[in-house]
């Protein structure tokens, strides 16, 4: 167990913005910054971050919170887990109390298979530079590939023997258990070692756990496969991984692109060059997550293609998921016989850095030149080709560039550029039609009763009269305050914090919310008031209680901001309004007078429905009750003239 004190140290230490752009390409905006999220597909960035408040909050799907709460959600990692990776990017000693064997074997099922994982890393690096068969086989097989000691070291290379079950063996000797060994597909459901006289090359996450492996065959035995992977596992799947990326993510923000490749042996070369923002696809067709994967942290791409025209054109027909998600395409052609890795050796680091970038490509204008080529004298089929280009032109989301596109093409292709226009729009409108039909269908899926709910089932109440039920409004200003300012100074003088001016003043009616968990938060607050301890907006962001940790950063959050370009461009100040966080005083105030008034309007109804009951019944509490109808009305009238 981590002890509190190393836990408090790690949230405070961990900045919010730091930790995101490892994963997420953040640009200034104001105060925040902001980029694509990374927890939905969006083409406009609304996941915003703010240093100084020290979360994150995506206005698109709603997700939020801090820098802990944001490895949890995006690698699946539980709380402990989180804390450790974020004490080992900061350098932090973490303090923990002594633990049982029972609770080690206890620990998460994920965190054990990352853990044997990384365990078969060590193993095969063992094997690679430790055993006369690993450096006569494996380490010279690198070495003549040109790979440097500290690049194989680096990115978890080694050897698997060629034995049956050498590290099977050896890896439940060691105490790791054998139905993990057999779900991380390190071994066979016989017991057998899944990978044997291959050269290993560990597969990371974006967190830089080792995730699965692939395995290289060096025998000419004609009857194995070249290559092998990891098989699918609850923590590896292939069409969400990309090679090499957790190496490339710095370099792929620095250089603001990425260099898409086929093979390990591409990553691991131009990595060695000083070539960073380097990936690869490990030889299967680009998937949506891996796209978006890219975008995270950049919009441009650069796919290297060697001179195979058959298999350039096959990757061409999957470029229409790129281009949908708005990303930058070029490609370029090596020269013919020659792969990333064996360009890079024949001609040197700078003159490869200069062939890439003279011949990169645009991506539509390539493809109408290679289909122009293709269709030379042929009018049907330049008609059919004409119609693949317009298909890809279609699915850019941005109308200006697709403009340019169909200006350029009608050029290349020798056609009217309005003929180009009217066949783009054409699938634009249908692809605009499928996809509101798409929505609809999702939702009245979701809108749909449940079927032992069909014969029960009432109209939904709309959301603006749900929103205005009871004393929401009211009740949700007073939390905000709370929340947002609860431990600024109220009265200097008194040394009063706003919220314990606020609880003084509400105390005696905590349980008279109408919404359970802005209740919750006042009770809550009102707790720790009694206990002398502070009620500030770190203590929210960080609560235990999801409910309320969302409720914070909710409250906290703004997709605007205040503009300074009024007094810096201007010269123009908004002596009438202060910022939000000097008002803090003055708002507790107003917000304490409107929920006061709420509150009294509702017992005043409720009392008058009383006497009503009760003359009808010809009590004798009827009199009491109008005295206390008198007394509530003047309450009323009291705070109004305030």
Known sequence: MIKPKSVEEVIETAKVEEVIQDYVNLKRRGVNMIGLCPF???????????PSKGFYK????????????????????????????????????????????????????????????????????????????????GLSYFKERGFREEVIKKFGLGFAPN??????????????????????????????????????????????????????ILAKDVKAPKYINTPE?????????????????????KEDECIMVEGYTDVLSLHQAGIENVVASSGTSLTVEQIRLVKRYTENIKILYDGDLAGIKAALRGMGMVLEE?????????PEGEDPDSYLKKVGTEAFREYINLQAKDFIMFQAGLLQEEAAGDPVKKAKLIKEIVDSIAKIPDPLKRSLYVRECA????????????????????????????????RLKEEAPQPEDVFNASPPMPREKQAATGDE?????????????????????????????????????LDTFDFPLYGQVAKNCHQRLLANEPVDTAYFLNHMDEDI???????????????????????????????????????????????????????????AEKIKQLFEQKSDDYMAYLKLDQKLKGMRNELAEE
């Open 163 to 216: 034995q049956t079950d050498a590290f099977t063996l050896k890896a439940t000797h060691e105490g790791y258990k054998l139905d993990l060994l057999k779900k991380l597909g390190l071994t066979s459901q016989y017991g057998r070692d899944f990978f044997r006289n291959r050269v290993m090359f560990a597969i990371h996450n974006l967190s830089g756990k080792v995730i699965g492996f692939g395995g290289r």
């Open 326 to 334: 708005g990303l930058n395409v070029k490609i370029v052609l090596l």
């Open 473 to 509: 409004f009211q009740e949700k200003d007073i939390i905000r305050i709370l929340i947002a300012g609860g431990g600024a100074v109220f009265d200097e003088e008194e040394n009063i914090t706003v919220a314990q001016y606020i609880l003084s003043n509400i105390e005696d009616v």
């Open 58 to 137: 995506c206005f698109g799907c709603g997700k939020g919170g801090d820098s802990v709460n944001f490895l949890m959600e995006l690698e699946q990692m539980d709380f402990p887990e989180a804390i450790r990776h974020l004490a080992r990017k900061y350098g932090i000693q973490l303090e923990e109390t002594e633990v049982s064997q029972e609770v080690r074997e206890e620990q998460q099922y994920q965190e054990s298979l990352y853990l044997v994982n990384e365990y078969a890393k060590q193993y095969y690096q063992g094997q690679l530079f430790n055993t006369d068969v690993g450096k006569s086989v």
């Open 549 to 607: 940790r969302q409720l914070a950063i909710n409250m906290l959050s703004s997709p605007y901001e205040y503009s300074e370009n009024w007094e810096k461009r201007w010269d123009i100040f908004l002596s009438s309004q202060k910022m939000p966080d000097e008002n803090f005083a003055s708002d507790s105030s107003q917000a304490l007078k409107r929920f006061k008034l709420r509150k009294l309007n509702k017992m005043i109804r409720q009392n």
């Open 233 to 253: 596992t609850d923590i590896y799947n292939k069409s969400k991984v990309l090679y090499g990326a957790f190496f490339a993510k710095r370099g792929i923000r």
């Open 40 to 50: 939905h597909a969006e083409k406009t960035p609304s996941f915003t971050v703010s």
């Open 411 to 442: 050029r290349i292709m020798e056609v009217e550029e309005q003929l180009l226009v009217n066949e783009a729009n054409k699938v634009v409108a249908l692809k605009f039609k499928k996809g509101q039909q798409d929505q609809e269908r999702t």
